[in-house]
């Protein structure tokens, strides 16, 4: 009889328990998606009631709150060194980083829920992290209309961080605290896979969940191999089997299905493509705009359980994939510094889509595009999945900063990588940059004027560096995330992201009257610079009819111009 009542009461109370931990999502119908504030309690109430489940606060974002990651471990341990030397698969799990995006994050508190309390059951050897909210600003900027796209919730966040930063670009230049408590999180966990919750925007189909995932090239090594090959095929099939039929993210509006479409360019702003540089797997779920809101916090559910699962399945292959890779990054000598698709090789992607019709505006009066949702099809669609490295550049010994340069040595430090500083003014000879041409967004992207088609000429010098500049030798797991960062013609180097625009303003000048006297001067005393000018001056009758353009000539060829001016500071030893 008492071991009947004991039975009877551990149930009420699990019943009572479940009950008072609904989340906003389900309390609502499915129709609304947790608050900020609603969702932090609910997650410290979850972690009181139950010792698998913890909350770790981290640094503050730009909102001024604090940035959160909930911990699930079976084991109740949370020390993720030791989850790593057990051998087990730690899963990070971002969501919010566009809060009007709000599909993880109820689906991670219904998932972290049902784990705590036993209704879903995952793999062992699998431990699971969720930053609950990402972009807290933006959470707590809530409207009913920006997602104009977008069906439901009732209403939601905003993309903007509280800078009005898209996080989703900030990865690499780390102008946020969000970013910076980010990647603190990240190399804290060192996940091996990384889960970035979004919903798609685009053309319309059938498929309630899309997936992009880190370009396996890109990704590169044994990991890249296995993720294509052996993980990314089991996702399909077992969201297939969980009647959620999955397809490559849909990289098109208007396309033309014959021709197919490219997988997506994931540069290292994005959260795939910084993961990449760690070779961490990354995989971005998109959910379809157009489909009910509770449909998609389900699917997006079920990926997540998916993954976990096919984690645990899969768990040696994919670490001995990782520590493989890691390995071979510390001996490669040449690293890809931009990528293009191969327009020859493609792959066959099942696509479930409506026809792309017209017919004639309400507004406009003119014809307009509509997917015909009475004319469904499915078909085989080419999907060019396969990348080409495009510039490509030799790791040097070492790189070496100049002190001065703070913001881009604490965004190196923030990623692990090993400085030393100088004990003593040294001079070295070293490979310098000079930057020849260039040219600058017009418009702001992202608090930025980007740099691209940028040209440099390479010259050895000997340049004397001070006590306390930086060196960092390669050789290490972060050799890629300094390569693709330091090296100018990198898709996202820092270059491109303004932080040494300094070096490309002249400081010092000279008066045309008084440089007349010092240039003639000089030309005597150096005829081979007198033989270039008369030789430009044949060559481009523009020049030769501006008196400033030639005495620019022999001030930038003489030693007086100074050397700082283009001269990218940042140093290759390569001997």
């Known amino acids: 009889m008492k071991i009947l009542i004991l039975t009877l009461s551990i149930f009420l109370i699990h019943t009572s328990f479940a009950q008072k931990i609904q989340t906003p999502f389900e309390k609502s119908n499915n129709t609304q998606t947790t608050t900020y504030k609603e969702c932090i309690q609910w997650y410290k109430l979850l972690a009181a009631t139950n010792g698998n489940i913890k ?13 959160h990651t909930i911990i699930f471990s079976y084991d109740k341990t949370f020390d993720a060194d030791l989850w790593h030397t057990q051998n087990k698969v730690v899963i990070l799990v971002n969501n919010g980083i566009h809060p009007g995006e709000p599909d993880g994050i109820d689906a991670s508190m219904m998932l972290l829920r049902d784990l705590a309390d036993g209704t879903l059951i995952i793999p062992q050897n699998v431990v699971l992290a969720v930053i609950p909210i ?18 439901g919730p009732e209403s939601y966040g905003f993309r903007g961080n509280a800078q009005n930063l898209d996080l989703n670009r900030d990865f690499i230049k780390a102008d946020s605290k969000n970013a910076r408590a980010f990647t603190r999180i990240f190399h804290w966990l060192k996940p091996d896979i990384l889960v970035d919750n979004h919903v798609s925007d685009g053309a319309d189909y059938q498929h309630t969940m899309t997936l992009l995932s880190t370009q396996h090239n890109k990704l590169g090594g044994p990991v890249g191999e296995f993720m294509h090959n052996v993980f990314e095929p089991a996702l399909f099939k077992s969201m297939l089997q969980k009647n959620w039929p999955m397809c490559p993210y849909v990289n098109f509006e208007e396309g033309n299905l014959e021709k197919g479409w490219d997988a997506f360019n994931d ?34 559910y079920a990926f997540m359980q998916t993954v976990a699962e096919q984690s645990g399945a899969l768990a040696e292959d994919l670490l001995a994939a990782r520590r493989a890779s890691a390995e071979a990054v510390k001996q490669q000598q040449r690293f890809a510094l931009s990528w293009q698709v191969d327009t020859v090789h493609y792959e066959l992607v099942n696509f479930k889509g409506y026809a792309a019709d017209s017919a004639v505006s309400q507004v406009t009066g003119m014809n307009r595009l509509f997917y015909n949702h009475r004319k469904p099809f499915e078909k085989q669609v080419k999907f060019y999945n396969t990348f080409l490295p495009g510039q490509v550049v030799t790791k040097p010994k070492a790189y070496i900063i100049p002190h001065g340069w703070q913001d881009v040595v604490e965004r190196l430090q923030l990623n692990g990588v090993r400085l030393q500083q100088l004990q003593n003014d040294t001079a070295l000879t070293v490979e310098v940059y000079h930057i020849k041409d260039y040219k600058s967004l017009p418009r702001p992207y ?3 004027h980007r740099n691209y088609n940028i040209h440099l000429e390479t010259t050895l010098e000997t340049i004397h560096f001070l006590a306390g500049d930086y060196i960092t030798y390669t050789g290490h797991e972060t050799d890629r995330y300094v390569v ?17 625009d300094a070096v490309l303003q002249q400081k010092e000048g000279y008066s045309d009257y008084r440089w007349e006297d010092i240039a003639a001067q000089y030309l005597q005393q150096h005829p081979e610079v007198k033989e270039q000018l008369q030789a430009r001056k044949k060559a481009d009758s523009t020049f030769a009819a501006s008196a400033s353009e030639q005495l620019r000539f022999v001030y930038t060829h003489s030693p007086w111009y100074e050397p700082a001016h283009n001269r990218y500071p940042v140093y290759r030893l390569v001997n």
């Not at 909350?55 to 940035?67: E, H, S």
């Not at 995989?283 to 699917?299: C, G, I, N, Q």
């Not at 330091?486 to 180097?493: F, N, Q, R, T, V």
Request: hydrophobic share 35%; proline share 6%; aromatic share 16%.
């Open 55 to 67: 909350v770790v606060t981290r640094d503050t974002t730009d909102a001024g709150y604090p940035l």
């Open 134 to 151: 990402y972009n807290i600003g933006g959470s707590l900027n809530r409207n009913s209309f920006t997602r104009v796209n977008q069906n």
């Open 267 to 300: 540069a290292p702003r994005y959260s795939t493509g910084y993961a990449a540089l760690f070779q961490t797997i990354c995989f971005m779920p998109e959910t379809h705009m157009l489909k009910p809101f509770a449909d998609r916090v389900k699917s997006t």
């Open 484 to 500: 693709e960062t330091l090296e100018p013609l990198a898709d996202d180097s820092f270059f491109s992201w303004n932080f040494f």
């Open 446 to 448: 992202e608090k930025h």
